[in-house]
């Protein structure tokens, strides 16, 4: 049982750091190509997408984790998951106090009633989400490491 948690957990988290290294470096530079108005509403569409399908990712990646350092407390590797449980209470911490007000800002934006600085609060919505994806790709890493 212990083994497919670990498998379940791995690839959950995974999965979850795809879809967060895709955003980072393939959508949103998709998206910024775009002309002005298509670029913000394209934006504002995958914040409302993502921002109402990552928390549950975000959240079951964490429980998963602590799940599995509790049920493998005393096995190799609980270190590691613990460190990496860790990781993923950092990257909610943030979620939470960074970027989660920037996006319900943002997905409710069309061209008419967009801020005059918009393209400033997505650019430093950008650098937190490279932190976070940074933070879960060590979690992730960690989590991998902990399966040998």
Do not use: C
């Amino acid at each position: 049982m212990l083994n497919a948690l670990e498998v379940v957990t791995t690839v959950v988290v995974g999965l979850m750091v795809g879809v967060e290294f895709s955003v980072a470096f393939i959508m949103n530079r998709i998206l910024d190509a775009l002309p002005e108005d298509s670029s913000q509403l394209g934006h504002a569409h995958g914040g409302r997408m993502l921002g109402a399908l990552m928390p549950f990712w975000y959240i079951g990646s964490l429980v998963l984790s602590a799940i599995w350092a509790v049920a493998g407390w005393h096995h190799h590797g609980a270190g590691l998951v613990v460190t990496a449980a860790g990781l993923l209470i950092l990257s909610v911490v943030m979620s939470i106090l960074l970027l989660v007000p920037i996006n319900n800002r943002n997905k409710t934006w069309t061209p008419e009633n967009r801020p005059a600085d918009w393209k400033e609060q997505l650019r430093r919505w950008d650098r937190y989400h490279y932190i976070r994806v940074a933070v879960i790709v060590a979690a992730f890493t960690l989590l991998v490491a902990a399966l040998a």
